[in-house]
């Protein structure tokens, strides 16, 4: 459930139960604010009227016959157009003096009432059919205390029923005004605090959103991050295994070739220097045939290590190749296609489409060694047959294709037999240190394709034409 709800459900809890106790404060209040005017300003002219009367009563405890009279006339031609429908006379003990008009409540009202008038007291109730269900109008009671002229002391205690319709009319109305300002104001202080706290909700969602999100990408990041950091464990392994792979094949040639040659070479020397193999005495006397020997022999040693000097230019080329720095691309591959006819005697077709003219060296000796080490697959496991290298470029990479229409790959054999050399994992971490991608298919109609795409950045993708 959203805030903006939660507060809705609760406020309106809590306002209606607040304005409600407010209402009923403000209209009992205005209830009883016009209660006591009417009866106040009734008891000022009861005063008036009966002021004469009870004076009398103060001097002699009761009313005349002919006072009567005048009260029920006074009642009858100006009392009861006024509204009043009954008037009592008491005694501040309780004793009644005198009654005119209609007997609105026929019960003891009780001492209680008549005592708070004796005391001074105005008291004024409102009666309606609610509380007396006999009584066809509403009416104001009212008990006035009563003073004879120029005296302070109560003498008597006039009771007043007044019809009070029009005041409950106007209760009624006030009733009506009061509780619409209590509910519009709680509407409005309701409608106020909820554009408040729905903006404040609303703020909250969206920052929940975001950081749901922001967790989501840490996440994503964190998965991202495992997976380039096996990828980078299984790279270094595999440079690892690729740079032994290597080391042991510069090894092995180095043993089986120049070092060869040198140990014969070394043989030879030594031999020639022995002192088993120096000329008999009387072979001396021929000098002629003593430096023929010679010469046989020194010729021997410097074919043998011009020969293992060859070998071991070979294999430095093998593993460094300055001539690459000054060529394009194109030239890269044509130098690596002719040297590949070269040892191998086999014909390679090469097709080539909008290469850069400039590309850094390190991928220029990629290319070459993946199209070195694809020609040699090539011409070892299908002896050649239809070579061809494709290159072109696009605006966002290099791609490189090599393909053959012999048997097709044979992975368990290429494993087997490739122990010593880089093989196809070499090529796949060469392209792969240059952030490019390397399949190996075998296509429906024989033969195997390899295809290498470098992704161009920087200074090279401005090159491409």
């Known amino acids: 459930m959203s805030l903006a709800r939660q507060f809705t459900i609760v406020g309106a809890i809590v306002t209606i139960t607040a304005m409600s106790l407010l209402g009923l404060w403000v209209a009992e209040n205005i209830r009883s604010g016009m209660l006591r005017s ?256 010679l010469r046989n022999s020194l010729e021997g040693l410097v074919a043998l290590n011009t020969e293992a000097l060859e070998e071991l230019r070979s294999i430095s080329a093998g593993l460094v190749l300055p001539e690459l720095v000054d060529l394009t691309l194109e030239s890269t591959l044509e130098l690596a296609i002719s040297r590949h006819e070269a040892l191998t005697g086999c014909s390679v077709v090469y097709r080539h489409h909008a290469l850069p003219a400039h590309t850094s060296h390190l991928i220029k000796t990629c290319l070459y060694r993946v199209v070195q080490e694809a020609l040699n697959n090539s011409a070892r496991y299908a002896a050649g047959a239809d070579q061809l290298v494709s290159a072109r470029a696009t605006s966002e990479a290099i791609e490189l294709e090599v393909s053959d229409t012999g048997p097709g790959i044979d992975q368990t054999r290429l494993e087997s037999e490739d122990r010593r050399g880089l093989g196809l994992l070499g090529m796949s971490n060469r392209i792969n240190a240059v952030g490019g991608t390397l399949e190996i298919k075998a296509p429906d109609g024989g033969g195997t394709l390899i295809r290498a795409t470098i992704p161009l950045v920087g200074a090279e993708a401005t090159n491409w034409p």
């Open 38 to 293: 009417s009866g106040f300003a009734s008891a000022i002219l009861m005063d008036s009227f009966f002021a004469p009367y009870v004076t009398a009563i103060a001097e002699t405890g009761e009313i005349s016959p002919e006072q009567i009279a005048v009260l029920n006339r006074l009642y009858t031609d100006t009392l009861f157009e006024a509204g009043m429908r009954s008037v009592k006379l008491w005694k501040p003990d309780g004793t009644i003096i005198y009654v005119s008009g209609e007997v609105l409540i026929p019960e003891d009202v009780g001492p209680g009432r008549i005592a708070r008038a004796a005391a001074g007291e105005i008291v004024v109730n409102f009666e309606d059919g609610y509380n007396h269900p006999d009584l066809s109008t509403p009416f104001i009671e009212i008990y006035v205390p009563l003073y004879p002229i120029g005296s302070n002391e109560v003498a008597a205690v006039g009771e007043f029923h007044q019809e009070a319709s029009r005041l409950q009319e106007a209760v009624s109305a006030a009733y009506v005004w009061s509780w619409t300002v209590v509910g519009v104001v709680a509407l409005a202080m309701m409608g106020a605090l909820y554009a408040v706290v729905l903006r404040g909700s609303k703020t909250i969602t969206q920052q929940q959103t975001a950081l749901q999100r922001a967790a989501h990408h840490a996440e994503e990041s964190a998965r991202q991050n495992e997976q380039l950091r096996i990828a980078s464990d299984k790279t270094r392994l595999q440079a690892a295994e690729v740079n032994e792979q290597l080391l042991g094949r510069v090894g092995a040639d180095l043993h089986d070739g120049p070092i060869q040659l040198l140990s014969v070479l070394n043989f030879k020397l030594t031999h020639l220097l022995s002192n088993k193999t120096r000329a008999r005495k009387d072979e001396w006397k021929d000098p002629a045939q003593v430096e023929a020997k």
